[in-house]
DNA sequence: TGAAATAATAAGGTTAACCATAACATTTTA
DNA sequence: TAAAATGTTATGGTTAACCTTATTATTTCA
């Protein structure tokens, strides 16, 4: 109790909105995203530009501002932060943390945040291989590609999963598609088929969608 | 996100009762308790009476069901749990914990609660001294006295200290009148005047609103 | 026992974050 | 370039948990 300046559902938008990285994103999106219609995330964005924390072009998409991006890193260090000890040290299951992060993460006041980074030895990833922002939100972006966009029969390693749905996550969890592992892409199928990738010896069909929650590394790169 | 079956609110109202003891409670002393307005609280009452959590007979006060109960054990096991994480593990200071340990009680999916059980050694009481209801919402209440019905010149050991109020608890933290600690009952004034303890060599004044948060043990018993 | 104190209920209001339906605006594409 | 698709706004509605200001009921105690 007592915790939240911004609301849960603020801290959800922005957070979203961070995930979806640095640009404009659909309001439409963000809204499938957030599991409400268009008509209620319309309306919370312009709540949110009102406080100063979105910029909304009509017809064009929304995107953090300064302010909202701080907030967002904010949100995203404590929800990583929190993975990584449910991960680490409650040995919860992979594909389940993400989900139970989240809700704590609006529930967490500055001072456990801080605490909890430093039981935790300041991490600079979470299990889901995305960097956590430090306590002034900054990080360094991963630098990779979309496991679509890699060419046939080049080898790569994941370096961050970043659905956040855990039925999704458990299918990766299942296909041992997890950060660090080695990939090697086999086939694509043609018009928008999904992509066949050989995993820990085994193949594995990926939907362009799911692939595209998969960023990974070159080896050459 | 999606942990709740029961609201937040729903929940402190159920822990406050139960934390005030298995005893018929004035919806008055409920509302005090929750900074709400008695009529608020009466609303409430009447929607958890009809949830079958709570029975209230009019003019005598509301008493948790078993239903109730079982339920406000698990809020009580929640917070407890995360009282001792973070004072044990994040050395968080000890009047803070309270206020810290209620926000994310809230936001704990059971698979976290028992995780986290098993993280912390299944520990059996909280900082604070009260007992930790275990998976089953099983707990050995405190067998002690509170503080104000200790005779003149007594020496006892402080089993809880049970105020939630973070100005309360600092006040208590700072003189020192904390779990397993020894004092000794010095005066008592009269006419409801403050209680004189004395606590590790210093003498220190009591009200007795604060000295009723204090159970104690009796070198004796 | 009757007045004061306390408790309960009634009535009407607020806020945040949703919802649906419908109308209107713009962009995309065939 | 017009129709389809997509995005925006308008309108009105819901729910939970609060609130205030009465009014009424019961209990306590002088």
Redesign the interface.
Known sequence: ???PQLS?STE?YLKAMAEFGNRDVAIARLAERLSVTPVSANEMIKKLGEQGLVSHTPYKGVNLTEKGRNVACDVLRRQRLWEVF?YE????EWA?IY??A???E????P??TE??A??LGNPKTCPRGNPIPDENGEFTPLDGVILSDVSIGETVTILAVNATNTDVLTYFQDKKLLPGQEVTLVEAAPMQGPLTVLVDGREVALGLLLAEFVLVKSKSS
């Open positions: 109790m007592t915790v849960e959800m449910l040290h409650l040995k919860i389940k989900e139970l989240c809700s704590l609006h529930a967490t006041a001072e456990v605490a909890l430093v039981f």
